[in-house]
C-alpha cells in the first residue's frame, strides 16, 4: 500500500467518529468544558512534546535512550503536582521504570495510568524521526506509546486547569520495557502489581482502536504466552525408520504433536502459533528465533524444536490450554520422547463486568461530548499489554492513547486530532472518577 493511499484511508477513518454525533457539547459541567477549552488550547504544545518525545530514540535495549525519554516525562509530571520517582531494573537488564504520584482528597478513588517509555525501534533502525504532515505525523513510537503519554499529560494539564486535579488520587506507571519486558516478571512488574492491587481504576493509554468506521472501548486484552517444544528420538539409519528398534523419529513426534495441536485445541477467543521449527541430527533454536540445523537424508533425526505463542482472553483459558498441550506433548510415538515448556508471557485481560462498567462511563463522556458511542472491541483484534498485569485485581480499561496506524514498523503513523479527542475524554471521565467513593 503506498503512503498516499494508506493517508487517505487514515484521514477517512479518523472523520467517521466526528460526525457520527452532534459535534457539540451536550451535559458538561463548567468545570469539564474549561478542560475541552484547555486540550484545543494546548493542542501545540502536546505536538510540540511528542516531537520531542519521538526525536529520542527510546528503543526497549537503549537502556540511556529510555532513561532521558523518562526525564522528560518527570519534567512534564513534577509540575502538575506529582511526586516522581525512577525505579532502576537493573537486576533485569532493563533501564527502569517512572512512577508518578499525586495524593488528592482522602476516601476517593485511586487511578492507576498505564503506559510505557520505550519503543520498538532501536538505535541501528533506519526510523528514528519525527516528521509532521498536516494532521498526521510519522514518527518511531508516535503512536506506541508516546502518543499515549502525550495523552496522558494533555488530560493532566486540562484537569488542573479545571480545577479537578487538585483532589484527585493518581499514580502514574510508565515501563521502560513493554516491548520488550525484562525478566522475571516478578521484579520487572512488581512495582505495577502493587499499584493494580491499591487503585480502583486501571487506564491504559496505548493506541486507540477504530473499527468500522468507529472508535472502540478495549474492555479486553488476550495473554501473549510463549511455547517450546522439543522432541528426541533414537538415531541410525533411515532404512530403520518405524520399527520397533529405532521408532518414530524426533521430527516424526514433532509433526504428531502440532498436527494433534490443529485439530483438538481451537476454541473461542484462542490463538495458537508455531513460530519457528528445526529439526536433524542436531538442532537449536536460540532466544533471538534463530534456527541451526543439520543432517542427512539417511539419518533418522535425533532432535527437533519448534516455538510459537498462544493468545488466551482469561486465566481459566489459559490454564486449559496449558493442559491440553501437555497431554497431547506426552502421549509420544514409539520411540521419541518430547518437552513442552512456557514462558512467563503477558496475562490476559478479560472482558468483567467492571470493565463493562467502565466502559459504560466512558460513554456517558462521549455522550456529553457529543461524540459517537464506543462499542466494546473484539480482543482478537487488541494485543496483550501491560494493563493485563493489574486486570486480576482491578476494573481496567484500554486504549485511551491516539489513534496510529504501521506501529512497529518504520511508517508508524499517529493522527495528531486524536490526541485532542482522547485527551479530553481522559481528562472527564479521571476527574469524574476521581470524585467517586473508593471501594478499596
Wanted: cysteine-free.
Amino acid at each position: 500500500m503506498t503512503t498516499l493511499f494508506r493517508r487517505a484511508l487514515l484521514a477517512a477513518a479518523l472523520a467517521a467518529p466526528l460526525v457520527a454525533a452532534p459535534a457539540t457539547a451536550q451535559r458538561l459541567s463548567a468545570a469539564e468544558a474549561a478542560m475541552s477549552r484547555s486540550v484545543d488550547a494546548d493542542q501545540d504544545r502536546s505536538v510540540a512534546l511528542l516531537e520531542t518525545l519521538v526525536n529520542q530514540n527510546s528503543g526497549t535495549l537503549n537502556l540511556d535512550g529510555v532513561t532521558k525519554v523518562g526525564a522528560m516525562m518527570r519534567a512534564e509530571l513534577e509540575p502538575l503536582g506529582f511526586t516522581v520517582a525512577w525505579k532502576p531494573m537493573d537486576a533485569v537488564q532493563r533501564a527502569g521504570h517512572l512512577i508518578a504520584v499525586h495524593r488528592g482528597k482522602a476516601g476517593t478513588k485511586t487511578l492507576l495510568l498505564i503506559g510505557h517509555l520505550d519503543t520498538v525501534f532501536e538505535p541501528n533502525s533506519p526510523f528514528q524521526t519525527f516528521v509532521r504532515k498536516g494532521d498526521l505525523a510519522e514518527g518511531p513510537g508516535a503512536g506506541d506509546d508516546k502518543g499515549g503519554m502525550v495523552v496522558i499529560v494533555a488530560a493532566l494539564r486540562a484537569m488542573q486547569a479545571a480545577g479537578t486535579l487538585k483532589n484527585a488520587n493518581i499514580e502514574v506507571h510508565l515501563t521502560g520495557d513493554e516491548e520488550k519486558s525484562g525478566s522475571p516478571h516478578r521484579i520487572a512488574r512488581a512495582d505495577l502489581i502493587a499499584a493494580g492491587k491499591r487503585a480502583d481504576v486501571a487506564l491504559d493509554f496505548e493506541g486507540l482502536v477504530i473499527d468500522g468506521g468507529r472508535d472502540m472501548g478495549s474492555i479486553a486484552r488476550r495473554s501473549a504466552i510463549d511455547w517450546r517444544i522439543t522432541a528426541t528420538g533414537r538415531t541410525g539409519h533411515s532404512s530403520g525408520i518405524f520399527t520397533a528398534e529405532m521408532g518414530d523419529g524426533a521430527v516424526y513426534e514433532l509433526a504428531r504433536i502440532l498436527a494433534a495441536f490443529r485439530t483438538e485445541l481451537p476454541e473461542p477467543n484462542l490463538t495458537f502459533n508455531t513460530g519457528v521449527i528445526a529439526g536433524g541430527a542436531r538442532a537449536s533454536i536460540d532466544e533471538g528465533g534463530s534456527a541451526v540445523a543439520a543432517g542427512k537424508t539417511n539419518i533418522i533425526p535425533a532432535t527437533a524444536i519448534a516455538i510459537g505463542d498462544i493468545r488466551t482472553l482469561t486465566p481459566e483459558q489459559t490454564a486449559r490450554v496449558k493442559a491440553k498441550m501437555e497431554a497431547i506433548v506426552a502421549a509420544h510415538a514409539p520411540g521419541t520422547d518430547a518437552k513442552i515448556e512456557f514462558g512467563e508471557g503477558y496475562p490476559p485481560m478479560a472482558p468483567t463486568n467492571g470493565n463493562r462498567a467502565l466502559l459504560a462511563k466512558l460513554n456517558g463522556v462521549n455522550r456529553d461530548l457529543g461524540l459517537a458511542e464506543m462499542p466494546a472491541l473484539d480482543p482478537l483484534k487488541r494485543g496483550a499489554g501491560d494493563v493485563s498485569f493489574v486486570a486480576e485485581d482491578v476494573d481496567s480499561l484500554a486504549g485511551l492513547g491516539p489513534y496510529s496506524t504501521g506501529d512497529h514498523a518504520p511508517g508508524e503513523t499517529v493522527d495528531l486530532q486524536s490526541i485532542r479527542r482522547q485527551a479530553k475524554r481522559a481528562a472527564i471521565l479521571m476527574s469524574r472518577l476521581s470524585a467517586e467513593r473508593s471501594t478499596r
